[in-house]
């Protein structure tokens, strides 16, 4: 069995989420969001995410994190408030020894729903249909389930390869 946490960054809320994979199994670990206060100064809130992923991969010990990642808007200031917060989620497992994937959103919608032009809604509604018993309760903590959902796909599928080629 693995354990896989995913995280969707933002500075405001940054999404968790950990689900463990055992061969095409998903069984539906934790979930949650890490919220921080818009009025504190951006290093207070960059500290504040850092702390709290620390804790969650201390008590949750994934054994791989993978993060959403960051699209570009038409506000630089987001854009980069966004990609500290996304370098925070990719440091601190990171520096925890786990490795680290990354995927955008797209293929985090088309591993989930089937396409990539899905909506939030419907993101929500697979990532439930796929973690029966996941009480969630907010929409970034439902992507993070989603990241983590793509990755254990993408997993399988790499290990399937490796397994042929070892094979051939």
Not at 112 to 132: E, F, H, I, N
Request: proline share 4%; glycine share 10%.
């Amino acid at each position: 069995m693995v354990r896989l946490l995913g995280i969707d960054p933002g500075l405001r809320f940054t999404g968790w989420g950990i689900v463990d994979v055992d061969g095409n199994r998903l069984c539906h670990v934790a979930d949650g969001v890490i919220a921080t206060d818009g009025d504190s100064p951006v290093p207070e809130r960059l500290r504040l995410l850092h702390d709290a992923l620390l804790a969650l991969v201390q008590a949750h010990r994934p054994h791989e994190a993978a993060v959403e990642e960051t699209y570009v808007n038409r506000n630089g200031s987001s854009t980069l408030k966004l990609g500290y917060a996304r370098g925070v989620a990719l440091l601190v497992p990171a520096l925890a020894g786990i490795a680290v994937s990354e995927y955008g959103a797209m293929a985090v919608k088309r591993a989930v729903v089937g396409t990539g032009a899905a909506s939030k809604d419907q993101v929500g509604m697979m990532v439930r249909r796929l973690l029966p018993g996941a009480t969630i309760r907010r929409a970034d903590a439902s992507d993070a389930l989603a990241v983590a959902i793509c990755h254990a796909h993408h997993r399988a599928s790499a290990l399937r390869v490796m397994a042929g080629t070892r094979m051939a």
